[in-house]
């Protein structure tokens, strides 16, 4: 069974930085694109960042370019979203998730609340 | 990197059927056949219910079927009932690995 489960999230201020982690069990994680996608409170989603299966291409939402930055370690099942600079905008839960090929975000992870306030 | 168009809110009587538009540009809906959907109840995870315009991932009932016409995808959602009643965002791949979402559409079965 495909599982994705994210921690790290939590209350950071203003200007402040924090690492999310996602733990992948159930499939080969070290074959497929991740991702990471947000959701602020009574909002849509927001699609943040994808990494490739070497960690050797990585890509970023405009808003989040030069803030954020993703990386993923195969040997340990897991991918990282490091956050600096954070702003009240940022306030979200973020969700882990499989790029699936064919094209699609097919397994997500259950979130991790954001809060950035002061 | 503007969120696709959907509308806010759709209903249907239980039997019914409800059709969501998602409208987006040449560079993204338009562009490419890579526009998924999800289904997300209040509290969720999003779940992903269509891939690749049309395409059902296996476990997801045949009452749900996608389809695209030029910057346009559309997600039907047929012989309604009362667990469909969620929030529909679609996905569209937009080149250079990057994704967009829709805004959402919350689906109430009346």
């Known amino acids: 069974e495909v599982q994705l489960v994210e921690s790290g999230g939590g209350l950071v201020q203003p200007g402040g930085s924090l690492r999310l982690s996602c733990a992948a069990s159930?499939?080969?994680?070290?074959?497929?694109?991740m991702s990471w996608v947000r959701q602020a409170p009574g909002k849509g989603l927001e699609w943040v960042a994808n990494m490739k299966q070497d960690g050797s291409e990585k890509y970023y939402v405009d808003s989040v370019n030069g803030r954020f930055t993703i990386s993923r370690d195969n040997t340990k099942n897991s991918v990282y979203l490091e956050m600096n600079s954070l702003r009240a905008e940022d306030t979200a839960v973020y969700f882990c998730?499989?790029?699936?090929?064919?094209?699609?975000?097919?397994?997500w992870g259950q979130g991790t609340l954001v809060t950035v306030s002061s | 990197q503007s969120a696709l168009t959907q509308p806010p809110s759709a209903s249907g009587s239980p039997g019914q059927s409800v059709t969501i538009s998602c409208t987006g540009t040449s560079s993204d809906v338009g562009g490419y056949n890579y526009v998924s959907w999800y289904q997300q109840h209040p509290g969720k995870a999003p779940k992903l219910i269509i891939y690749?315009?049309?395409k059902r991932p296996s476990g997801v009932p045949d009452r749900f079927s996608g389809s695209k016409s030029g910057n346009t995808a559309s997600l039907t959602v047929s012989g309604l009932q009362a667990e469909d009643e969620a929030d529909y965002y679609c996905?569209?791949?937009?080149?250079?690995?990057?994704?967009?979402f829709g805004i959402g559409t919350k689906v109430t079965v009346l």
């Open positions: 159930g499939f080969t994680f070290s074959t497929y694109w």
């Open positions: 998730a499989r790029l699936g090929v064919p094209v699609g975000f097919d397994y």
């Open positions: 996905s569209s791949y937009a080149g250079n690995n990057i994704f967009v």
């Open positions: 690749e315009v049309t």
